[in-house]
């Protein structure tokens, strides 16, 4: 079984940058999708980006477009998620997900991780 380890997030001030990462025990990261979604208080589970295996196609929200990067290491079976210029609505806990595709549709994703913290100030 899969299992996804997040790691990475934290507090930073408005306009600050983090980097979450998210770490499979298994062989098969290498031919799954991989993703993040978030979740901030009070409200659905939203897409945030996936990438496509073994990584050429990369898909983002309209609301993080052009702040934050996603990307995997393969060897490391690792998918990272930069975000740079964050905002205080960017506030959510950040998910890790593996599927057979990269789309926008959470139930498409078959494994998640624990989640983790990204608090943004203003």
């Known amino acids: 079984q899969v299992q996804l380890v997040e790691s990475g997030g934290g507090w930073v001030q408005t306009g600050g940058s983090l980097r979450l990462s998210c770490a499979a025990s298994?062989?098969?990261?290498?031919?799954?999708?991989m993703a993040w979604f978030r979740q901030a208080p009070g409200k659905q589970r939203e897409f945030v980006a996936a990438?496509?295996?073994?990584?050429?196609?990369?898909y983002y929200s309209d609301f993080v477009k052009g702040r934050f990067t996603i990307s995997r290491d393969n060897a490391k079976n690792t998918v990272y998620l930069q975000m740079n210029s964050l905002k205080p609505e960017d506030t959510a806990v950040y998910y890790c997900?593996?599927?057979?595709?990269?789309?926008?549709?959470?139930?498409?994703?078959?494994?998640w991780g624990q989640g983790t913290q990204v608090t943004v100030s203003s």
């Open positions: 997900a593996a599927g057979e595709a990269a789309t926008t549709t959470a139930t498409w994703y078959n494994y």
């Open positions: 298994e062989s098969t990261f290498s031919t799954n999708a």
């Open positions: 990438i496509s295996w073994p990584g050429g196609r990369t």
